[in-house]
């Protein structure tokens, strides 16, 4: 964190690392096939749960100064993914891609997150989404929080920075729980910081010229980490036969009438 | 020959269906009905960049290229009809026709506003009792000193209550033999003095847009702010249907898709006779012409997009582009009800309104018989393109994308 002084007043400049990952669209069909997971032909987009990552990151950025560097570990074309961040705003890309890392639990992307972010250098601030829209586990920003040996601040839906500090406002069920830590700190981000801006015309140019450097495992200087957890089988949920049934009456009470006592003897409620 | 999407207009394709998904998507079905303009469109496709995409950067637009502009359209009208509109009428009508023929005074004091959606244009030719029939155009503009002086009353104006400028052509010389050469185009400040608008209700379609009229009762309009020289009216007015004929054909193209999209999605779904009707050969027909469709409308507004960025004339190409993809898109929608049988009839499902929207672009910016006219002149070899004064600029990236 450094201090910079703009229009006679000091402004902090951290430095925020948004990790994204890059995920099958939300209206795809994800099914198990031969013991894989697939998506067919459904095109990949950034994590939605991570645009807030990347929203969250930019509202810092603009509130104390800063800048923004997207993290992504995945194939080439997550790079897609990171010109996402790069078109909403962020300064920097960086793809970590290794065949090593095809197929990697949570642990391992930690480990590779961390040694990522160590090589970047110097961060403030690291961001996550919530959770991802195709593993959805939620894990990832907690394990690399213990990896860096970081403060770890979840499901954050506001962000004050002060004083080297950040104060957070976490929402959970009851609630809302302000905390605060010491920067460096590691987040993960929920909806309520705001809903992510589109990218802009500008940042849409910037993004399509942008070259994004890609870092495999050796310029990390690590091994590919060993999975904590194996997936044995895979299988799709069981098939549901539903019947349609259409409920008529004289009257709205009558149809009404019926439908209750259906339900009823079907021990629905 | 290369028919691939730059990077840059994939991710300006998904911005803007993200931006019509996200924010339109929730509300167009309530203002359709009610037959009311969305309260925030024009503000949101201005604050977003949208309204100024196609113009330089140092005209206070966002520095992308003709193919840009025309795929966002597409985008824009497969949600709906009246975000199109904006595009055709602020975007192409009114600006983009600033852009070819404005001088630079012109440029900085009209054109920067409208590119950076701080004013909203529109573009005024039709009349109560003139349409494709330029040359029966009755409001005139008179010479007095430093001012013309407008009278008449233009109609199917799309934002005419909503816009700041309107492109506005008029008879400037009623005793020219030649009707192209009486007529003048101006830009004028629709908070003058004499000058009234109003909305026009009970559309059959684009009801979630403003359409009005606009009557000039002595308005009075510096020099200054006349496009081009007196006399060259028509070929402005021409120049701007170019504009607007690209934009709508590739919104009509999006109706098409949306039709398609509709359908494949219903037809799979629904079942007669013991299976989804997607495997009724009947059915399988319709949605393979609207598949078909969707690709021809979609390469022929491609091809004025890149003779655009050329700094070609497309007159020929953008009236191909413009009568295939609005009529095309009417047969979809009205394909898509088919499938979707009585529920297609009602407002629960979108096709009904894609079917109603379609059919205004059949119309509008010259009808279908225009353009089949407009086509022949071109292939019998009655009709050819003469230089203008102003071409339409080619796209240069490092002058658009300049400051």
Redo the contacts between chains.
């Keep these: 964190m450094k201090l910079a002084t703009t229009n006679n007043s000091r402004r902090l400049t951290l430095k925020i690392i948004a990790c994204i990952k890059q995920v099958p669209d939300s209206e795809a069909k994800v099914k198990a096939e031969g013991g894989q997971v697939t998506w067919g032909d459904a095109p990949l987009v950034i994590n939605p749960f991570d645009e807030y990552a990347v929203e969250g990151a930019l509202l810092t950025k603009e509130a104390v100064g800063g800048t923004v560097t997207a993290l992504c570990i995945g194939p080439e074309s997550a790079k897609e993914a990171l010109k996402h961040a790069l078109a909403m705003g962020a300064d920097e890309a960086i793809l970590v891609s290794d065949p090593a890392l095809e197929n990697i639990d949570t642990v391992a992307a930690a480990r590779v997150l961390a040694a990522a972010i160590k090589k970047i250098g110097d961060a403030d601030m690291v961001m996550f989404g919530r959770q991802t829209l195709d593993n959805g586990s939620g894990l990832t920003a907690a394990q690399t929080a213990r990896v860096l040996g970081l403060p770890m601040l979840g499901w954050v839906g506001q962000i004050k920075v002060q004083d080297g500090s950040v104060i957070v406002d976490r929402v959970v069920e009851e609630g809302r729980v302000t905390v605060s830590a010491k920067l460096p700190a590691v987040l993960s981000v929920v909806q309520s910081i705001g809903e992510p801006r589109y990218p802009s015309f500008m940042g849409i140019r910037k993004a399509s010229k942008a070259n994004i450097p890609v870092w495999t495992l050796s310029d990390l200087g690590i091994e590919a980490p060993a999975a904590v957890v194996t997936r044995i089988e895979l299988m799709n949920p069981p098939v549901r036969e539903t019947v349609v049934e259409m409920i008529t009456g004289e009257t709205p009470e009558a149809i009404a009438e019926t439908l209750a006592d259906k339900i009823l003897r079907e021990k629905v409620l | 020959m290369d028919f691939s999407l730059?990077?840059?207009h994939e991710?300006?394709k998904?911005?803007v269906r993200?931006?019509a998904q996200?924010e339109i998507a929730p509300v167009i079905k309530e203002y359709d009905r009610k037959q009311e303009p969305i309260p925030f469109t024009l503000k949101r496709m201005g604050e977003?960049?949208i309204l100024g995409?196609p113009f330089p950067v140092r005209y206070g637009g966002?520095?992308?290229d003709y193919l840009a502009w025309g795929l966002a359209c597409e985008e824009l009208e497969a949600m709906d009809t009246h975000l199109r509109v904006v595009m055709s009428v602020h975007t192409g009508l009114c600006g983009m026709t600033l852009f070819q023929w404005g001088t630079e005074e012109q440029k900085q004091k009209f054109l920067v506003p409208l590119a950076k959606g701080e004013k909203i244009g529109c573009g005024a030719f039709t009349e109560p009792g003139m349409g494709s029939d330029v040359a029966a155009m009755r409001t005139s503009a008179k010479r007095d000193g430093d001012y013309y002086i407008l009278n008449g009353e233009k109609m199917w104006i799309s934002l005419a209550s909503k816009a700041d400028l309107a492109l506005v052509t008029v008879k400037t010389d009623s005793s020219s033999p030649k009707p192209s050469s009486a007529l003048s185009s101006f830009i004028v400040d629709l908070h003058s003095d004499g000058v009234k608008t109003g909305e026009i209700h009970g559309k059959l379609g684009v009801r979630a847009g403003s359409t009005g009229w606009i009557s000039f009762t002595d308005v009075k309009v510096p020099v200054e702010n006349r496009l081009g020289e007196e006399g060259e009216g028509f070929k402005i007015t021409m120049s701007a249907f170019d504009h607007g004929r690209y934009t709508v054909a590739s919104g009509a193209t999006g109706i098409i898709r949306a039709c398609l999209e509709a359908s494949v999605k219903y037809a799979k779904t629904r079942t007669t006779f013991g299976k989804p009707i997607s495997e009724h050969q009947l059915i399988q027909e319709k949605i393979a012409k609207m598949s078909q469709d969707y690709e021809i409308a979609r390469l022929l507004y491609y091809q004025v997009g890149w003779l655009k960025n050329q700094g070609k004339r497309c007159t020929r190409e953008t009236s191909f582009a413009k009568k295939f993809a609005t009529e095309a898109s009417f047969n979809a929608a009205n394909e898509a009800i088919q499938i979707h049988g009585a529920y297609g009839f009602s407002d629960e499902y979108d096709v009904e309104r894609y079917l109603r929207n379609s059919k205004g672009a059949m119309i509008y910016e010259g009808s279908s018989e225009i353009q089949t006219l407009i086509q022949a002149g071109y292939a019998l070899g009655e009709r050819a393109d003469k230089p203008l004064r102003c071409e339409a600029p080619a796209y240069d990236e490092a002058f658009w994308?300049g400051e």
Excluded: A, N, T
Aim: no cysteine; charged share 25%; glycine share 12%.
């Design positions: 730059s990077p840059e991710m300006i998904k911005m993200d931006f996200k977003l960049g995409l966002q520095g992308m994308q």
